[in-house]
């Protein structure tokens, strides 16, 4: 038989990894986990910075390409181009709502 107090059972290397299951009421308004400013500004710098990640590497990809480090061809031109395009547009998309949560954080305080 189990015992009353709960255990947390994590993987070695996984701490702080865990699993968290939120329920929520239907009321007819949209799940939002984030709800403080600045709770929404570090969840969506964090978003930036992966797709600006990516496409940094696209722009790396391409420029090794121009210096001659890889070979000219086809597929690495548009993989570079694509990884490009497909990183910094979202990248873009979050710097814009970083700078309007960040005007709304100033505005509040």
């Known amino acids: 038989m189990g015992k009353r107090d709960g255990k947390l059972a994590v993987s070695p290397g996984s701490y702080g990894k865990e699993l968290l299951i939120v329920e929520k009421k239907r009321d007819g308004r949209p799940f ?3 709800t403080d400013t ?3 500004i570090d969840y969506y710098r ?3 910075s992966a797709w600006l990640t990516a496409g940094t590497a696209g722009l790396l990809l391409l420029l090794a390409v121009v210096l001659g480090w890889l070979p000219r061809s086809v597929y690495t031109i548009f993989g570079g ?3 490009f395009v497909l990183g910094i547009v979202p990248a873009l998309n979050y710097h814009f ?3 309007d949560l960040k005007q709304e ?3 509040h305080e």
């Open 32 to 34: 939002e986990l984030h």
């Open 38 to 40: 600045a709770d929404k």
């Open 81 to 83: 181009a694509v990884l």
């Open 46 to 48: 964090t978003l930036r």
């Open 97 to 99: 709502t970083l700078t």
């Open 105 to 107: 954080n100033r505005i």
